[in-house]
């Protein structure tokens, strides 16, 4: 929803809030005793304002806080990714880094796929494998046939994933089905947008994004109220404006009497 939008969704509720206004002005034709219906009229059009015209406002919030923070931010965002080794891992990686707007990608980790691992080699595993291997920190067998793999930055991920099978395979036996290349890929805030469209056409599977302007949406997203409060809300607003239409008479001759007031005691 674009800025024009938005000011003509506000513009029609406050038409539809003007209009229980000038209801409302009516009472001394239509009788105070029908205070009530212009109570209940004031809650039914501020609820109905409030679900196709605020509502829709207050949900678009956090992408329009998006595109500010994308204008002004200079921190990077972190794309997380993944790629299947079923492809070019080194060739999708470098054509990754020459998407526009990227500034680095890392390989953060693997995971893999593979025959039943034994309770017995478990510890084994998890011991030996970045003494096996340097390009390897550390492994963890998450269950009884996954296993991550978190390697240094600098490490080619072919060349550790093969390395890695035919280690696994020769001390224990256990065989490799498939496995996956968990990327970060640093991108200007700007160029996020496109580069998480751009992606999936180079066989890259985003699973996160991470970052200054994240943290900030998400906090926006948490403080914004749920639609069913502010569609409440509107509507008690509608019953306040049916309120100051039927008082509007004895409001302005109080405000009246007491910037008179004012007034002479600013004299004396």
């Not at 990227?102 to 796929?113: L, P, Q, R, Y």
């Not at 256990?174 to 640093?186: E, F, K």
Request: aromatic residues 6%; glycine residues 8%; charged residues 20%.
């Amino acid at each position: 929803m674009g800025p024009l939008a938005v000011i003509l969704m506000i513009i029609l509720f406050l038409l539809l809030m003007a209009f229980v206004f000038s209801t409302a002005l009516l009472t001394p034709l239509i009788g105070k005793k029908n205070l009530l219906f212009v109570l209940a009229l004031g809650f039914v059009v501020g609820i109905i304002g409030g679900a196709f015209f605020i509502s829709p406002v207050f949900n678009d919030i956090p992408d329009m806080a998006r595109y500010f923070y994308q204008s002004t931010s200079n921190s990077n965002e972190i794309i997380e990714a993944n790629i299947s080794t079923d492809v070019d891992v080194n060739k999708v990686i470098a054509d990754i880094k020459n998407l526009e707007g990227v500034k680095g990608v890392e390989t953060v980790g693997i995971t893999m796929k593979t025959t039943p691992i034994g309770s017995d080699w478990k510890k084994s595993l998890e011991s030996r494998a970045s003494i096996a291997n340097p390009n390897v920190t550390s492994l963890k067998v998450e269950n009884s046939d996954t296993i991550t793999v978190n390697t240094k930055p600098e490490a080619d991920p072919p060349a550790t994933i093969k390395s890695l099978k035919n280690w696994i395979m020769l001390v224990s036996g256990i065989d490799s089905r498939y496995s996956i290349v968990q990327l970060q890929v640093q991108v200007e805030p700007a160029q996020v947008d496109e580069v998480v469209t751009k992606l999936p056409q180079l066989q890259a599977v985003v699973t996160g994004i991470q970052g200054p302007m994240e943290e900030n949406i998400q906090g926006l997203k948490n403080a914004l109220p749920n639609q069913s409060n502010i569609i409440i809300l509107c509507g008690v607003l509608g019953v306040i404006t049916g309120l100051v239409g039927v008082f509007i008479d004895s409001i302005l001759k109080n405000l009246g009497g007491l910037w008179k007031k004012l007034k002479e005691s600013k004299k004396r």
